[in-house]
């Protein structure tokens, strides 16, 4: 069956980073996407990777390799605001997209 | 505003009554989807549309039914809902298959 794993749920301090990871076990890979969704709100397009490496968007990276199914997204300068949940979603060689369950993400201060 | 708007944002409804879900983009997006979204599981297909005119059933279409008339409009339709069906159902809509989907803010659907 097809499967992505992320955990439930991270604490982490104003200010600090995070790095929340994805693993992935997929019939075929056609990308793979990360997206926020705040309490109560729709899911919002973060990033996109394709191709093995580092993808950087201001205080948002997100890092693929297909060969390990891994995939994480790191949040630096943490603020009050990136308190959301995170989801990890794969397309596959249906070009369908699979989601994981998401991980809720804590901000103290 | 560009965008998807779903409709209603919340219902209450009985066991066994007929209700249809609506959603509407102005993007001109080929693709549509119905999911629904539950606590500790992922995001679900439940129908989707390439283009208008063809739908198909993703992965708990069971219940469910969707029509696509036209390029803006995908209704989603529950024959005789039942208290499994209560959860939140999003809409989404994309252009190709590398680019993010686009979602409506949500149904919450509470079925007594």
């Known amino acids: 069956g097809q499967n992505i794993d992320q955990p439930t749920e991270m604490t982490a301090t104003e200010g600090a980073i995070v790095q929340i990871n994805c693993t992935y076990q997929?019939?075929?890979?056609?990308?793979l996407f990360w997206y926020q969704q705040h309490a109560g709100e729709a899911p919002t397009f973060l990033s996109y990777?394709?191709l093995d490496g580092l993808e950087e968007k201001g205080r948002f990276s997100s890092f693929l390799s297909r060969s390990k199914g891994y995939s994480y997204l790191l949040l630096k300068e943490l603020q009050m605001k990136d308190s959301a949940s995170y989801l990890c979603?794969?397309?596959?060689?249906?070009?369908?997209?699979?989601w994981g369950a998401g991980t809720k993400l804590i901000i103290k201060p | 505003i560009a965008g998807i708007t779903q409709a209603p944002t919340s219902q209450i409804l009985a066991a066994g009554r007929r209700m249809t879900l609506r959603c509407t983009q102005d993007?001109?997006?080929?693709?549509m989807y119905w999911y629904r979204q539950d606590l500790g599981l992922g995001l679900r297909l439940i129908h989707y549309?390439?283009?208008?005119?063809?739908?198909g059933k993703g992965e708990v279409p069971d219940g469910y039914s969707v029509s696509r008339a036209n390029t803006d409009d995908f209704p989603l339709t529950l024959a005789s809902a039942v208290p499994s069906q209560t959860s939140v159902y999003f809409c989404?809509?994309?252009?190709?298959?590398?680019?993010?989907?686009?979602f409506g803010n949500g149904t919450r659907l509470t079925v007594t």
């Open positions: 990777n394709v």
């Open positions: 997929t019939s075929g890979f056609n990308g």
């Open positions: 549309s390439n283009t208008a005119g063809t739908t």
């Open positions: 979603a794969v397309r596959d060689s249906n070009y369908q997209l699979i």
């Open positions: 993007m001109r997006h080929n693709a």
């Open positions: 989404a809509s994309g252009t190709d298959d590398n680019s993010p989907l686009h």
